[in-house]
């Protein structure tokens, strides 16, 4: 695969929209404009690193339950390729639920999680699969651990196909950094969607933010790997939207909330947010650049360049 785009600071920013409103079950996230998401300091970019800073609002209280905080969505649709993004620092914390994904732009259920974790204190990330067709994962050669099986999402079954990974890959996501990397595939001899995670600067020399081309064969088995090709659906394999969030709250990190230690901040996730502004000082990401690699990595008759 060959470097198509390479964005970093304001030029990160530029490839996306800022999403407004409500928009998830039971979250307690108020998605901000752009706008108003610089005039509250929740988006800076360092001019001098080029790092770009996304974060919860940590200063005041919402008595409401709907917190300041930032959805992204990319401007363009990325079809078969690898996408890479460096990230100086993860968000975490109690009531946060950060997510890098991509999805359909006019699907519903249809979306590659490449990495999600939920309450900060969550065993492990996660990588995760929702496809509207039924769909069972398949034994696949990873080094995270299959933890649900079936892919298909209904809006009474959102769960998808999951792989926790090991906690060497997530633990170092905050503080530290990351790079996650994932391969979409659906050509003649794809292998369906493979991702990968490093700390950062621990990653293979050809995924550093140098390489001009990408060959993950040789970045070793990967953390979780979705050999889904048979499942795939029409609105599945089309280019993808990407999505960055920080939401607060919503169906897992609720589930999840007691078991992750949190009720001693505060009895439910709403009254965190509601109360506790203090508690979203990591809620943040610190990204470093984010690269897309297409057209040459396969035979694939599905389209490889952004939209």
């Not at 920013?13 to 509250?40: H, I, P, Y």
């Amino acid at each position: 695969w060959s470097l198509t785009t390479k964005a970093s600071g304001e030029a990160f920013l530029d490839l996306f929209n800022f999403s407004d409103g409500t928009q998830v079950a039971a979250s307690a996230s108020n998605w901000t404009t752009e706008a108003n998401a610089r005039a509250m300091g929740l988006v800076t970019v360092n001019k001098k690193t080029g790092v770009t800073s996304i974060r919860t609002d940590a200063k005041n209280k919402y008595p409401g339950g709907l917190r300041p905080t930032v959805r992204l969505e990319s401007k363009e649709l990325y079809g078969d390729g690898v996408i890479v993004l460096e990230v100086a620092h993860f968000p975490t914390g109690c009531a946060t639920w950060p997510s890098w994904w991509a999805r359909p732009k006019s699907a519903s259920f249809e979306e590659i999680d490449m990495y999600e974790n939920v309450n900060g204190l969550f065993p492990r990330g996660a990588s995760i699969i929702h496809t509207r067709s039924t769909c069972h994962l398949r034994n696949a050669t990873q080094t995270g651990k299959l933890e649900l099986d079936s892919c298909s999402s209904t809006e009474d079954n959102t769960d998808g196909c999951r792989v926790n990974l090991q906690p060497s890959a997530s633990a170092a996501g905050a503080s530290a950094g990351m790079t996650i990397a994932m391969e979409r595939n659906f050509g003649a001899g794809g292998k369906g969607v493979r991702t990968w995670y490093w700390p950062r600067g621990k990653e293979p020399k050809s995924a550093r933010s140098t390489a001009k081309k990408v060959d993950p064969d040789q970045w070793g088995t990967p953390s979780a790997s979705f050999p889904i090709q048979e499942c795939e659906d029409s609105a599945f394999v089309e280019p993808h939207m990407l999505v960055l969030t920080q939401s607060l709250c919503g169906k897992w990190t609720n589930t999840t909330y007691a078991d992750s230690g949190c009720t001693s901040q505060a009895a439910t996730c709403v009254d965190l947010v509601k109360n506790s502004p203090q508690a979203f000082a990591q809620a943040y990401w610190d990204i470093a650049s984010l690269r897309f690699y297409g057209g040459d990595g396969s035979s694939s008759g599905k389209s490889s360049l952004h939209t």
